[in-house]
């Protein structure tokens, strides 16, 4: 924290110090902040064919589209008809915690003007510095180094929402849009002698896609070239109770064509290894599930 010294006159110390003891009484008098000075924030994840599973879903059919205990967002704001800066907007990267019922976080209005548009995204990523905050029209985003575990696949759904021209005290409603797509493979034992899946197995989907970057002010996301394996996290956990008859896998992966010409599908287990090679180039759009049903059948 940047420190100010302050220098003082022998005649002007007393005043300034009656000046200090009517402002703290004021201050103690008046008590908490005006109503209004706090944002009050309601955010809600857009529905229709968004598909989102942040708490653990209960089968392979079921897509929940909520938030959980601890999720964390970033919110951006700048006064209306403006673009967000990539530094030193009114409100940059300030950040949002779901308790349950609603968001904690101290926002407050900020001054100099009447109205402000309203930016923000999910997972939260901190500032990378204080001197190098983050930028709201560069955000990158890696779902592949977190699709491990529950917590690291929730979090791989990048989502964001916007509010316009919000007039200064009044509610500030998000709705998150998924900026993702979901990929679930069902995988069953096939047809014929051979050995079936089991609870080592693991499935697994190469991408010429290895990271998203997104540009918050303009709600769009652009793809990075890299290739990369995107491990993807089993729905059955060992409390389920179909958890050694089903082999559920999902993973959010960025808006792109899974191509037909060469095998992008594995799965390995203690049985063995096997490549799939896609019927039909399938193609992932944002915010939608695409179900691929495989047999592990190892001769």
């Not at 968001?103 to 990378?128: K, V």
Request: hydrophobic share 35%.
């Amino acid at each position: 924290m940047k420190r100010t010294k302050i220098y003082f006159q022998p005649m002007k110390i007393i005043m300034f110090s009656i000046v200090l003891l009517i402002s703290g009484c004021s201050k103690e008098k008046d008590g908490p902040l005006p109503r209004g000075e706090k944002i009050n924030f309601k955010i809600n994840i857009k529905n229709e064919k968004e598909k989102k599973a942040t708490v653990h879903p209960s089968s392979s059919a079921d897509f929940t589209t909520t938030f959980k205990v601890g999720d964390e967002i970033g919110v951006f704001a700048a006064p209306a008809w403006t673009v967000l800066l990539v530094s030193g907007n009114p409100i940059h990267n300030a950040k949002l915690t779901y308790n349950g019922t609603g968001w904690d976080g101290d926002i407050n209005w900020p001054s100099g003007a009447a109205n402000y548009d309203f930016y923000a995204y999910y997972p939260y990523q901190p500032n990378p510095s204080v001197e190098n905050p983050l930028d709201p029209q560069q955000i990158h985003f890696y779902p592949s180094s977190m699709n491990e575990g529950l917590n690291g696949f929730a979090k791989s759904d990048l989502m964001s929402g916007a509010a316009w021209r919000v007039v200064k005290g009044g509610d500030v409603e998000l709705v998150f849009a998924h900026k993702l797509a979901m990929l679930q493979v069902e995988v069953s034992k096939g047809v014929g002698a051979g050995t079936g899946p089991d609870q080592s197995l693991e499935v697994s989907v190469t991408s010429n896609i290895g990271m998203v970057m997104l540009n918050l002010h303009y709600n769009n996301t652009f793809n990075i070239n890299g290739n990369i394996s995107y491990y993807l996290y089993r729905v059955e956990q060992p409390s389920s109770p179909d958890y050694s008859t089903k082999f559920t896998y999902r993973a959010y992966l960025p808006v792109h064509n899974l191509p037909n010409s060469k095998e992008i599908i594995t799965l390995t287990s203690t049985a063995g290894t096997k490549k799939y090679l896609l019927p039909k180039v399938v193609q992932l759009m944002a915010g939608e599930a695409k179900i691929i049903k495989l047999d592990f059948l190892i001769e």
